[in-house]
């Protein structure tokens, strides 16, 4: 794969003067080369810490193989690898790869926001057609006649039993003032004796509205705002 392809730069570090007979042209003119290793992919640019060594001759230009090499001048290549200064080593992304993580991290952040968007849209219009038992609601109540400056918080309610036209909940005791940290409540803090029937017909339409009375004929209003079907 293209993406996959990678350059390797040799990157001059340092040369020196060898001992020793050319054995292409007789010259006494052999040069130890020595090169760090750069790699190179369309992402990525590394400079490494291996060193590379090349001779050659300065009179006539070419390259002596090491099967040419004699001791004396294996040692002094050796040495000459001592001295070379290293250049220190670094890993970079490349501008493309910037580009692409950039683009990465605001796509996916979107994307769950999407996602998550659309769950809740999906969840909100299955419990507000069609109210299961056991669903349960984040509710802001809103006044009536009988309560007519509620709390402004949210409290969550439960729905116990679904009718053609009604369908009845009970709030659970407790109550928070902003919907995002709302603890989930226990099924043992259910307040039996403050259920409620609500309008199908009300909440369907809108999917937000709770309109209904209590068993005493109080009259309940709640605006729900988060969703639940365990
Ligand atoms: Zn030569």
Known sequence: MA????????????????PGQCPHCGAQALTGHYFQLQRETRWTLRLTDQLSRRVSCTACQRECAPATWDKALTEACQAGEQQAVRLPPFFRWKTPAKLLMAMLLLVVPLLIWAISA????????AISQQPQPGDRLLAMPIATDTDPEPKSTYLWLKVVQVGDLEFSLIPYAGSCTTRDDCPKPSESALQPGLRFQASREDFRKTGNNLNGQDARGAERHYFVVDFERP
Do not use: A, V
């Open 118 to 125: 659309w769950t809740d849209h999906q969840l909100r219009t």
């Open 3 to 18: 993406t996959l392809s990678m350059t390797t730069t040799y990157r001059p570090i340092h040369q020196l003067s060898l």
